[in-house]
C-alpha cells in the first residue's frame, strides 16, 4: 500500500544534539512538508519541498535544517540551535498544486533527555 | 496575513447525534481551498473533507457535511450519527489557490469526545 513512513516513532534527544526524523513516500508526490505540533496549538510548517533538491523555509524554520535528494526522502534534522525541540513532528506530502490534499504520516514524538 | 480560527477548544456529543465544529478564516485572496482533518489519539492525521472556494455547493462525505459561507468566511464541519470512533481532534485548514505552495494553515484544533 501506498503511504508515508516516518521513523523512529518516538525520539530522544540529549542537549547540544543533532537529530534527525525521517520521512519517507511512495506515492510518488512532488511536494513533501514537515509540521510541528504543540499543545493546544494547530500544526506549524518547518519546512516544505515542491520538488527534489528544492525546499523553502515555511513559519518556524530556526533550528532546523532538511534535505531533497530524492524524490521519496524528506529528513528533518533537529538542530542544537533549536531550544525547544520537545513536540510531535509530522510529515506530509502532496501531488501538487489543486485541491489535492495531503496526506500525513504517523508522526515522530521527539523528547529532550 | 493568512489565519484560521476554531474558538470551541472542546465540544462533546451523545452518540447518535448531531453535532457542528466552528471555524472561521481571514483571507484577502478569492481562490483558495478549505479543509477539515481528523486527528484521533492514534494521532495520524486524516482527511475528513475538502471544499473548493469557487464551488457554492457545500461539500458531503456521509456524516459529514460542511456549510460555506463564503461572504462570512465560516466554514463549519457537521457530524451526522455520531459514532464512538468520531472521538479525536478536528482541524480546520486553509489554502490558497495557485500560490506559490501547497501551504497549509491551521486552526488550534476542536477536541470532539463521543459519548455513549
Known amino acids: 500500500d501506498g503511504g508515508i513512513t516516518q521513523s523512529p516513532k518516538y525520539l530522544f534527544r540529549k542537549e547540544g544534539q543533532n537529530v534527525t526524523l525521517s520521512c519517507e513516500q511512495n506515492?510518488?508526490?512532488?511536494?513533501m512538508y514537515w509540521y510541528r505540533q504543540d499543545p493546544g496549538q494547530g500544526l506549524r510548517l518547518i519546512y516544505y519541498?515542491?520538488?527534489?533538491?528544492?525546499?523553502q523555509k515555511g513559519d518556524i524554520a530556526e533550528g532546523y535544517s532538511v534535505s531533497r535528494e530524492k524524490k521519496e526522502s524528506f529528513p528533518l534534522t533537529v538542530t542544537s540551535a533549536q531550544k525547544n525541540p520537545t513536540a510531535f513532528y509530522l510529515c506530509a506530502s502532496s501531488i501538487g498544486q489543486g485541491v489535492q490534499p495531503q496526506h500525513f504520516g504517523d508522526g515522530t514524538r521527539l523528547s529532550i533527555l | 496575513a493568512q489565519t484560521v480560527t476554531q474558538s470551541q477548544p472542546e465540544m462533546s456529543v451523545q452518540e447518535a447525534e448531531t453535532v457542528t465544529l466552528s471555524c472561521t478564516y481571514d483571507?484577502?485572496?478569492?481562490?483558495?481551498?478549505l479543509f477539515w482533518y481528523k486527528q484521533p489519539p492514534s494521532r495520524q492525521m486524516i482527511l475528513v473533507i475538502r471544499?473548493?472556494?469557487?464551488?457554492?455547493q457545500n461539500a458531503t462525505e456521509n456524516r459529514f457535511s460542511v456549510n460555506f459561507q463564503k461572504a462570512a468566511k465560516s466554514f463549519s464541519l457537521k457530524i451526522s450519527d455520531s459514532q464512538l470512533g468520531d472521538t479525536a481532534m478536528y482541524f480546520c485548514?486553509?489554502?490558497?489557490?495557485?500560490?506559490?505552495?501547497?501551504?497549509?494553515?491551521f486552526g488550534t484544533g476542536t477536541l470532539l469526545a463521543v459519548q455513549p
Open positions: 519541498s515542491q520538488i527534489v533538491n528544492d525546499f
Open positions: 483571507t484577502s485572496e478569492n481562490n483558495y481551498y
Open positions: 471544499q473548493e472556494a469557487y464551488k457554492q
Open positions: 506515492l510518488n508526490h512532488d511536494a
Open positions: 485548514a486553509c489554502r490558497h489557490y495557485g500560490g506559490a505552495t501547497n501551504k497549509l494553515i
